[in-house]
């Protein structure tokens, strides 16, 4: 890997033309980083596109992981695959590796590394990144960061995942102001998701988002995404009629049954459109979902959102900790 010297600047806000890349105003710089921590992780997988036995492969170094987590086989791609870690802390540092291979992928291949950001805990989950060695070692510079969801609120509002990712995260990592794409806040639901499909829709022509050979929609290098005890992705919740949207690449919902009301989210098409998708899933509040996703009595009547994620051409990861996968059926051989 190649090292680069990068300063400890801090991540903007993008300003809100139509025209991408966007130029940038500054919020608050926020002191503080994370515990330094070095581990080696216990990691247990399935390979849930074939069989439904979980396989032991014992205890290896977290580079053996992410390289093999990363693997892009014809047999492995359009499957899922389910990664389990004996704690949070644990799943965290296997996350930090994993997206610093593919950054270090994307940059190699294309000259850009397109990353799609949720909101919740999965910031959290990504707070290794942000000390040595990647913080030195990743090429910053050619990450271009976007958000799956957002609340149609203020940036400096507490629920906006903007705010959150800037105080875990973009504050404390040298990614260009430009290259950090922000929904238009001033504008209504409706005109936040056009004027953001639109900056889509303009980075595919130039190249920065590479564009899916196997569908008419947008192939995002990485989506790092959340999941939440219902079983909802991005701001699509279960029942909701969004679930069926198949043409737009971006929508927005007046009526969201979890506050605040109004936001923006990418379609289903678009998710699944990605290169690789890491799903990060921890505690016991989010089980049930995940019994209902991934346990042997699978239905396709009432999927849950979370069930809709089914990658055209890409791989899709699960990350997660043994309580998130305490009912599965085989629980036991984890």
Known sequence: MRFYAVSHSPAVVPSHRRLCPLPARSLPAIPGSP????????????????????????????????????SSTAAA??????????SEEELSVSLA??????SEKFAQERGAFTVVLSGGSLIKSLRKLVDPPYLESVDWTKWHVFWVDERVIPKDHADSNYKLAYDGF?????????????????????GAADDYEICLKQLVKTGVVAASSATVFPKFDLMLLGMGPDGHVASLFPGHPLLNENQRWVTFIKDSPKPPPERITFT?????????????????GKASAVHKA??????????????????????FSWFTDKAAVSLLQDRASL
Not at 48 to 66: K, Q
Not at 268 to 284: D, E, H, K, Q
């Open 35 to 70: 515990v330094r921590t070095n581990f080696l992780l216990a990691e247990r997988k399935i390979s849930l596109g074939v069989a439904r036995n979980p396989v032991r492969s014992g205890r290896r170094p977290i580079s053996a992981m992410a390289s093999e987590a990363i």
């Open 77 to 86: 791609k359009g499957k899922k695959e389910l990664l389990v870690f004996e």
């Open 170 to 190: 973009l504050s404390k990592v040298p990614i260009p102001p430009g290259q950090v794409y922000a929904i238009n806040d001033s504008l209504s639901a409706e």
């Open 97 to 102: 590796k994993y997206t610093a291979k593919l």
């Open 294 to 315: 991934l346990g042997s009595g699978q239905s396709l009547s009432d999927m849950l959102p979370v069930e809709m994620v089914s990658l055209k051409d890409g791989k």
């Open 268 to 284: 289903f098409p678009v998710i699944n459109s990605s290169a690789y998708v890491a799903l990060v899933v921890t505690g016991a």
